[in-house]
């Protein structure tokens, strides 16, 4: 190959030059450019973690007294006391009745409770049917969504028992039959670990055994 002479030439030869430097250093800052920019993506995910969880942990404080007040409160008074079903349906049953009862409502039918699992409690549903006069059904009302444990009015149905254009006597107020569906929340029954009785009988039987065996061993 014939390179020309004279200046073309060297300014020929000064571009070849500048090119292979210029392609040495892209040779290496680009791979570090690019792991720079990895490095930084990550050291930016982490100290946003970081803060993240500094944010997190300057309010264990407000979390710890949130969870002291709650305590306080006594939270399971809320809540029907029986874990078993069984249990848990008698007992609030014996709730609604007496309200019921003690707000001038003529109780006239009620439905076996009917019970159903939600997250780490269970929901007794009771459906009560009862006449009452339009002054004692809001006082009814009243007193069994204000009562503790806490009771929740989920349907309620309402029909007349007297014709349209009815004239009551006076001071007299006509009935209104009405039929509430009631809901209350309880706790599931504790977990009990069956072993134990199984490993206690074993003790008694290996102490049963070991008593037989000294008894014979004196005869």
Request: glycine share 10%.
């Amino acid at each position: 190959m014939n390179w020309p002479a004279g200046l073309r030439g060297r300014l020929l030869a000064v571009v070849l030059l500048l090119l292979v430097i210029g392609a040495a250093i892209a040779a290496v800052a680009v791979p570090a450019y690019v792991l720079y920019d990895r490095y930084d993506q990550a050291l930016s995910a982490a100290q946003e973690r970081i803060d993240r969880y500094h944010r997190v942990s300057s309010q264990r404080g407000d979390h710890r007294r949130a969870l002291d007040m709650l305590k306080a409160r006594e939270s399971a008074r809320f809540f029907l006391k029986n874990s078993a079903p069984n249990l848990g349906g008698s007992e609030l049953t014996d709730l609604v009745r007496p309200l019921l009862e003690a707000n001038g409502s003529r109780l006239t039918s009620i439905q076996p409770p009917t019970v159903k699992d939600d997250a780490g409690f269970r929901v007794y549903s009771l459906s009560v049917g009862f006449n009452a006069t339009p002054s004692a059904l809001q006082k009814t009302l009243y007193a069994v969504e204000t009562s503790i444990p806490y009771l929740f009015i989920e349907n309620v149905t309402l029909r007349a028992t007297v014709p349209r254009g009815y004239k009551p006597p006076p001071n007299q107020e006509p009935e209104v039959s009405a039929t509430i569906e009631v809901q209350a929340y309880g706790p599931k029954d504790i977990f009990r670990n069956p072993r134990a009785p199984a490993a206690a009988g074993g003790l008694t039987g290996a102490g049963t055994g070991a008593g037989a065996a000294a008894n014979g061993g004196k005869g």
